[in-house]
């Protein structure tokens, strides 16, 4: 999808934002292109505004492991097989897999469902978020955070412990 200032103006976006999306890319961008920029500035409220207005793609990002020195947007689904290390922000349009320990500096935000083989940790004062772009009724099917120990920050979501135990243990 390509985001332009055309496009930016239809959403009603900030002055502010299309003032640096102007000078960042004066011909547009596609959508994980933009997100990636905001990543490397933090600009969490702004990668979770157009990923509000754009909605989630099908692209999966599949690698090892992950660790990231500042913040990752992502408008599709994230799995990682080893260890999910972010320094500040997690945001993923899509579901969050990883088969050992999600740990962000900062927030972690998922569209849908977040599962970790080991621990899933946001930084102190700041919520995990499993399920935002899933309907309410549909919640505790689709919104699950499943790790082997309830995360402290659970804002948003469905805890299962993933001990292949179907106990719900809490509901945010």
């Known amino acids: 999808m390509q985001i332009t200032l055309d496009w930016l103006r239809e959403k009603e976006a900030c002055s502010e934002s299309m003032l640096r999306f102007k000078h960042t890319f ?12 905001l990543a490397k500035e933090n600009k969490a409220d702004w990668a979770a505004w157009l990923m509000k ?3 989630s793609t099908n692209d999966v990002l ?21 260890l999910v290390k972010i320094a500040k922000w997690l945001l993923a349009g899509g579901g969050i897999e990883a088969g050992g320990g999600i740990k962000a500096g900062w927030g972690i935000k998922a569209g849908g469902g977040i599962e970790a083989g080991g621990g899933i940790e946001a930084g102190a ?8 772009r899933v309907r309410i ?7 699950i955070v499943k790790a ?10 469905t805890f299962k412990q993933n001990d292949n135990s179907n106990d719900e243990v809490k509901t945010a």
Do not use: H, M, R, W
């Open 26 to 37: 004066p011909e547009g961008a596609e959508y994980q292109d933009v997100l990636d920029a």
């Open 53 to 55: 207005e754009a909605g």
């Open 62 to 82: 599949e690698v090892e492991s992950l660790e990231v020195e500042c913040s990752l947007f992502f408008a599709g689904q994230i799995k990682i097989k080893g």
């Open 125 to 132: 004062d700041f919520g995990i978020y499993a399920g935002l």
């Open 137 to 143: 009724s549909q919640k505790t099917q689709y919104a």
């Open 148 to 157: 082997k120990e309830l995360p402290k920050n659970l804002l948003l979501g």
